[in-house]
């Protein structure tokens, strides 16, 4: 995929064939933008992800994942409150993980997903987290 770069400042995020966004809205969310109630330790990530709702199905990136859930950055953003099957490469590209989850927050540059049950690998001391994908890998 040639993706041409029209904001040198900023990376380029393609998520499916043919189609490419450009990271022109990001910003880092601020402490009193919501309140943080986190249950597992988080990490980045680069992880092109496809979910499933009741509207229909999408392309993301992970950029921030934990055993209890994941942030999706997307030019579709659905509301909080909706349902939702996340389908993504975790430990190995030739393997997808699919969970489902529930849109807890909503940004201008994606949203914040809980998942129904946590990932259980991902559920370890950050000393003990296994490796995960990344699309710079790929």
């Known amino acids: 995929l040639n993706c041409i770069n ?3 400042d900023r990376p380029i995020i393609c998520v499916e064939a043919g189609k490419c966004f450009y990271d022109t809205s ?3 969310p601020s402490m009193t ?3 943080e109630n986190r249950n597992y330790y988080r990490r980045n990530s680069l992880i092109i992800a496809k979910y499933i709702t009741a509207n229909g199905k999408y392309h993301g990136v992970l950029t921030d994942i934990s055993a209890g859930g994941v942030f999706v950055r997307s030019i579709n953003i659905p509301v909080v409150g909706q349902a939702m099957t ?3 490469s975790l430990f190995r590209f030739d393997e997808n993980t699919s969970i489902v ?3 807890t927050r909503i ?3 994606g949203f914040a997903v809980k998942f129904d049950e946590p990932i259980e690998m991902l559920a370890r001391e950050a000393n003990e987290l296994p490796p ?3 699309e710079c890998d790929r």
């Open 107 to 109: 940004q201008e540059n």
């Open 26 to 28: 990001y910003s880092e």
């Open 132 to 134: 995960i994908v990344s």
């Open 6 to 8: 029209r904001f040198p």
């Open 86 to 88: 996340l389908i993504f």
């Open 33 to 35: 933008d919501y309140t």
């Open 101 to 103: 989850g529930t849109v």
